[in-house]
């Protein structure tokens, strides 16, 4: 070694610091060594290293190689916790995005399981052995549940009203109300994919008021209109001075001037929803009062993986389908066999089986029994919680404001100490994700999956006693 390397420039002596040799042979890293491979860790041990010299040259004292090794351990272990995995959702939003919207239940992990470790049916028509149709199960079942004629599957809904309005309307005017300009979130708004689709934007109206003679109006002054959007305001609502006209209404006047009524209808409820109380529309009530062309997400109210829907007319479906934009939004294998899984439920009226309709259609009593379960369970585990009624929250960009009564448990925990135990909840395995007010932590039990209640009230014990 050179003079160079052992003393920094001020002369602080790094001669001391470990090798990297002697760090990865610390009996504190083989459990990392294993999860994460040597040529990773190596990685890790040189940037500690770094940093060790970087600290030694700054006058603190030379580390030792086990010392390297905790920090290193430290490290594996946050690039470990970044990995996707099972958690438990105890917020009451049933479709959480940052935990990856709908949840797909044992029925759709069974059909994941068996399809795809190993060689899949997806394009081959087992009848004859030829080249079959992919996404044909998925695509006929979604139009036997809504009533269109046609359906194609991609990977998701902004990729759906990409599609649908690059295929449909590129070059045309496309007429839109200023109160359906929205914003969905990770990016996804209207004038911006409409933009990049191609289609050239007609706003009309205004925020809070749209009316039949705007879209007459705008139409009249774009003699080339190729179709009005209809965009589902999901994730916002609009109260007081606020108008837009019916869909019906909407279908009336596309088709006296012959453009198409495309619309972006955000989740994609396939079971009527208003008896439960929320106000998202189904795709069937839209394909029946006249939308030609309707897209929506297929993980958001549907409660399957991710995914977008084309449903609607043959011919607009058809050019959706041989637009050269289809082939890089297709929906990939695994969400497709876990689409098809789900939609099986569907048609076999299975409904309790999807996790997400579950969870919306639980009565309260159910959710409050539930709840003093897990209340019980933890007494026996002495720690001391109460039943508490809550307000949970359909979430997903859907039935924005519209509370989702439910029960659950609550901790008090005052000071600083819902955070410390709201972080060793989350360190859990599985990790638990409550929500965390002021003073206390509430665990929301609507969002339980089967199984869960045990594991949950275990990492809550845990968590409690520290
Ligand atoms: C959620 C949503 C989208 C985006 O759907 P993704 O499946 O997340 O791509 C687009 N439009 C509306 C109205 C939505 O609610």
Redesign the pocket.
């Known amino acids: 070694m050179g003079e160079e390397e052992t003393r920094g420039k001020d002369g602080a002596d790094l001669r001391g610091i470990p090798r990297v040799d002697r760090v990865l042979a610390s009996p504190s890293l083989p459990e990392a060594k294993r999860r994460l491979g040597v040529a990773s860790l190596t990685r890790l041990v040189r940037r500690a290293l770094d940093e060790a010299r970087e600290a030694v040259r700054g006058g603190a004292p030379c580390p030792t190689a086990e010392d390297v090794a905790a920090r290193v351990a430290a490290y594996a272990e946050q690039t470990l916790r970044t990995r996707a995995r099972r958690v438990i959702n105890a917020t009451g939003v049933v479709l959480h995005t940052n935990l990856g ?1 709908a949840p797909l239940g044992a029925r759709v992990a069974e059909a994941l399981a068996s399809s795809a470790a190993g060689y899949t049916s997806i394009e081959i028509d087992l009848a004859t052995g030829k080249r079959g149709r992919r996404g044909a199960f998925a695509e006929d079942a979604l139009c036997e549940l809504s009533g269109a004629e046609a359906a194609l599957v991609v ?7 990409l599609l649908m309005l690059g295929a449909l309307a590129a070059g045309r005017p496309v007429v839109v109300s200023r109160g359906e300009l ?1 914003e ?3 990016g ?1 708004r ?1 004038p911006e994919v409409m933009a990049r689709s191609g289609a050239r934007l007609v706003e009309v109206g205004t925020t809070n008021k749209t009316r039949i003679a705007d879209y007459t109006r705008a139409l009249d002054a774009a003699p080339d209109a190729a179709a009005i959007l209809r ?5 916002f609502r609009q109260v007081g001075f606020v108008e837009r006209p019916s869909l019906a209404a909407l279908a009336a006047l596309a088709r006296e001037r012959k453009v198409l009524l495309l619309e ?4 994609g409820a396939i079971v009527d929803l208003a008896p439960l109380g929320f106000s998202e529309p189904s795709v069937k009530s839209s394909i029946e009062a006249g939308s030609d062309v309707v ?6 109210v549907l409660g399957g993986p ?3 829907a084309i449903v609607g007319r043959a011919d607009l479906v058809a050019a959706c389908r041989k637009d050269p934009l289809a082939r890089a939004l297709r929906l990939g294998r695994l969400p497709l066999v876990a689409l098809e899984a789900t939609l099986a439920a569907y048609l076999e009226g299975d409904l309790d089986v999807i996790p997400t309709l579950a969870a919306l259609r639980a009565p309260l009593s159910a959710v409050r029994a539930r709840a003093e379960h897990l209340q019980g369970e933890l007494e026996r585990r002495g720690v001391t919680s109460s039943v508490v009624e809550l307000d949970g929250a359909v979430g ?3 039935c924005a404001e519209e509370p989702l009564p439910s029960c659950g448990v609550a901790l008090e925990a005052t000071g600083g100490l819902a955070a410390a135990i709201a972080e060793r909840l989350r360190s859990a395995d599985p990790p638990v994700l409550p929500r965390v007010q002021e003073g206390r932590i509430l665990f929301d039990v609507r969002t339980l999956l089967d199984g869960e209640d045990m594991p949950l009230a275990l990492a809550i014990e845990r968590a409690v006693k520290g």
């Open positions: 919207r990977n998701n809904n902004a990729a759906a009203v929205v969905i979130g990770g996804f209207v965009v589902h305001q999901g994730n972006d209808l955000g989740g897209c929506f997400s297929t993980d958001k991710q995914g977008g997903g960009g859907a």
